[in-house]
């Protein structure tokens, strides 16, 4: 029976075009920094995937900083070493729902501080706004785009207005938003934004820093040699992912609405198929602006650790909030952040969809939760 990966968010499939480039690009030879014909044809390949990028995110192909991936775009933006038109931002905000790599804190470490979201995991602007008035100099706020475990939709734009009055930087991990919603400097606001290849279908292990303005400078990049990238990331590009990267980019962004539309579609019909199962269910962020993809819940009596495991027998790849490396499913920072309660959180599970998912999929997730429910002995509609 063939398997329903309704994990999109944690990795999507290698799309058709991204795996053809990459496949392509595996016979150049060059390196990228030589000037003879072989390095001008595989310099040729980053260039491309560069104004791809670029396209992604309404950025100028100069401005994008290809690096390991988005873990590694957040560690540069949040090096503490960037200077806007003001200085360089002495302190760094995120919000409480932010990826565990901006929580890291990296240059600002245990200084960063932490602003509280509301019940749907949006960040409250009016805390935000207090911690701009007793600012001393510039801050450097990171704000996601959407949560990766819930898909809820920040507002970045009205948060970047209030950080730009005071002076100081935004960075927006655009990771989930990518491809899936419309997401450029000029809808955001952001300085800087963040972009994972693995995400929207290209291969895992790249990822972008886009700057917004050539202006914004950096003190000491974090990794320093030869050059590469303008100076921000040095090291030999990684010619394939980053050649897969862009190929995944241009074709997330052709076909980016009629997608959104028909996975919007997808992922309602299995929140329905929840409800009437389940009645009762809990639809995280359900009330606000969501990512068309993405649909996190928790039904009494069904704990996540053991849900996933009977999801994954009967074929259905279904993630537990965040994926983590050592495969166990831990507390949600996001979903605490949120107030729900830890015997609620306990339960919580997420189908993301992408470019693969059908209704096929969303039939044999249906089945499945079915038998499951039917297994615990829960009472489910008929
Ligand atoms: N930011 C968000 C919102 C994510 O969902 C992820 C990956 O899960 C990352 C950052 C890190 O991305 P990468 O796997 O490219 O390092």
């Not at 291969?203 to 000491?220: H, I």
């Not at 704990?303 to 909030?321: P, Q």
């Not at 507390?331 to 997420?350: E, F, K, N, Q």
């Amino acid at each position: 029976m063939p398997r329903a990966y309704l994990d999109h968010n944690a990795t999507a499939p290698l799309r058709g075009p991204a795996r053809a480039k990459m496949l392509d690009s595996l016979h150049a030879t060059g390196n990228p920094s030589s000037v003879h014909a072989e390095g001008r044809a595989a310099r040729a390949l980053v260039e491309v995937a560069r104004e791809n990028v670029a396209a992604l995110v309404g950025g100028r192909a100069r401005n994008v900083i290809f690096t390991s991936g988005a873990t590694e775009a957040l560690a540069l933006a949040l090096s503490g070493r960037w200077r806007g038109p003001r200085g360089a931002p002495a302190r760094l905000l995120l919000s409480a729902t932010e990826h565990v790599a901006a929580l890291e804190g990296h240059g600002f470490g245990e200084s960063a501080e932490i602003l509280p979201v509301d019940a749907n995991g949006v960040l409250d602007l009016a805390a935000l706004h207090a911690a701009l008035a007793g600012s001393q100099g510039p801050v450097l706020l990171c704000q996601q785009a959407a949560n990766n475990e819930t898909g809820v939709l920040q507002k970045v734009a009205a948060a970047a207005e209030k950080v730009h009055a005071a002076g100081g930087l935004v960075v927006c991990d655009a990771v989930q938003a990518a491809g899936r919603i419309p997401y450029t400097f000029e809808t955001t606001g952001a300085d800087m934004l963040i972009v994972s290849s693995h995400k929207l279908g290209g291969p895992q292990g790249a990822g972008a820093l886009v700057l917004r303005e050539v202006s914004l400078t950096c003190d000491r990049p974090l990794i320093r040699g030869g050059g590469q990238e303008r100076g921000f990331r040095a090291g030999t590009e990684n010619v394939a992912a980053i050649a897969g990267f862009g190929a995944a980019a241009e074709e997330a962004l052709a076909h980016r609405e009629e997608e959104a539309e028909r996975l919007a579609g997808l992922r309602d019909k299995l929140e329905a198929e929840i409800a009437r199962l389940a009645p009762g269910a809990k639809i995280f962020g359900a009330g606000v602006p969501r990512l068309p993809n993405t649909c996190a819940f928790a039904i009494s009596g069904l704990a996540a650790e053991t849900a996933l495991m009977a999801f994954d027998l009967a074929g259905v790849a279904l993630s537990s909030g965040s994926a983590c490396s050592s495969g166990k499913v831990r507390r949600s920072h996001v979903l605490a952040a949120m107030g729900v309660s830890d015997d609620v959180a306990r339960g919580a599970l997420r189908a993301s969809l992408g470019w693969t998912t059908t209704e096929a999929d969303v039939a044999a997730f249906s089945t499945a939760l079915a038998e499951i429910l039917a297994r615990i002995g829960r009472k489910t509609a008929v």
